[in-house]
């Protein structure tokens, strides 16, 4: 457990020192998250670095305990400005699904699977 644990802190230490070095617009924390995707992509996952990914799964509700204590910090904010926060939300979802959906068939066009399913003959 010790071992993965020190993996997982070594990946975010190198993304933050890229990140503060070359002066990034990105966190640190992505881009270690991002390297330890790309050595995970070459190598494969070892097992002692799935028993400490679940681990931390298993305490995840616990991760959103500062979220929320930020915003009953800022609550009185949240009331001068809940227009603005109720538009950004409904505008941020829909061009999130738009651009779902793009993607979705853009896969799906790439993939030839639109084809396939179009091929199917109908039992009705």
């Not at 890229?18 to 390297?35: D, E, H, I, K, S």
């Not at 070459?42 to 995840?60: H, I, K, M, N």
């Not at 939300?89 to 993939?111: E, K, Q």
């Amino acid at each position: 457990m010790l071992r993965g644990m020190t993996v997982l802190l070594i990946c975010q230490l190198i993304g933050e020192v890229t990140a503060r070095a070359l002066n990034l617009p990105m966190p640190g924390p992505v881009l270690g998250m991002l390297l330890l995707f790309s050595v995970l992509l070459w190598r494969g996952a070892p097992e002692w670095l799935d028993q400490v990914a679940q681990g931390l799964l298993r305490f995840l509700p616990l991760f959103f305990v500062p979220a929320g204590v930020g915003i009953m910090n800022h609550v009185q904010l949240m009331r001068a400005e809940w227009l603005a926060i109720a538009i950004t939300l409904l505008v941020s979802t829909v061009i999130t699904m738009i651009v779902t959906a793009g993607v979705l068939l853009l896969f799906l066009r790439l993939t030839g699977a639109r084809k396939a399913s179009g091929n199917a003959t109908n039992y009705d």
